[in-house]
């Protein structure tokens, strides 16, 4: 019952993380320390993609890289924190799935463990009891073969006879 509650809950976390994006995205340009801040890490973003373009296709490297204009450095930088902050959600959410589920499966492996445990008990009882069996069934034939087939059936009459003779 609470898998699909959970499922449905992260799927719901998961969609409210867009507009909050959307709202950093929006924030992003008003602030004048964050700007500069998002400013640096767009040209950064851009410096980087462009040279690795660029060796990708094969074309020189130490050209120099124009800077993006502000606006659009702005525009980059808080799609990018947009994008990372919503799938930054969801990576959490799968982690904390993958611990949930590996905690349920670490529950299941001790309960099967117990009832392992629980069967060589079992076991061990039943090997038991089968060698005491195994033991009164040749005191038996042992009986069986010094008295006959009257002895088998007077064993505890006779027991008791020698018993009292002995006593007496």
Do not use: W
Not at 51 to 74: C, F, M, S, W
């Amino acid at each position: 019952m609470i898998l699909p509650v959970f499922k449905l809950g992260t799927l719901a976390l998961k969609s409210f993380c867009k507009p909050i994006g959307n709202r950093i995205k929006k924030q992003a340009g008003y602030h004048p320390r964050f700007r500069t801040l998002i400013i640096n890490i767009a040209q950064a973003n851009h410096r980087l993609s462009t040279k690795l373009q660029r060796r990708i296709y094969g074309h020189a490297t130490d050209v120099a890289i124009r800077p993006l204009n502000e606006d659009k450095a702005v525009q980059a930088a808080a799609d990018l924190l947009g994008e990372l902050f919503v799938f930054s959600v969801a990576g959490v959410a799968v982690i904390f799935e993958v611990q949930r589920s590996s905690r349920s499966e670490a529950r299941k492996e001790e309960v099967r463990k117990q009832e392992l445990e629980a069967m060589k008990q079992r076991d061990d009882e039943l090997s038991r009891e089968i060698e005491f069996l195994k033991n009164r069934i040749d005191e038996l034939e042992r009986h069986a073969k010094t008295r006959g087939l009257s002895g088998i059936f007077s064993i505890g009459h006779a027991e008791s006879t020698k018993d009292k003779v002995k006593a007496g």
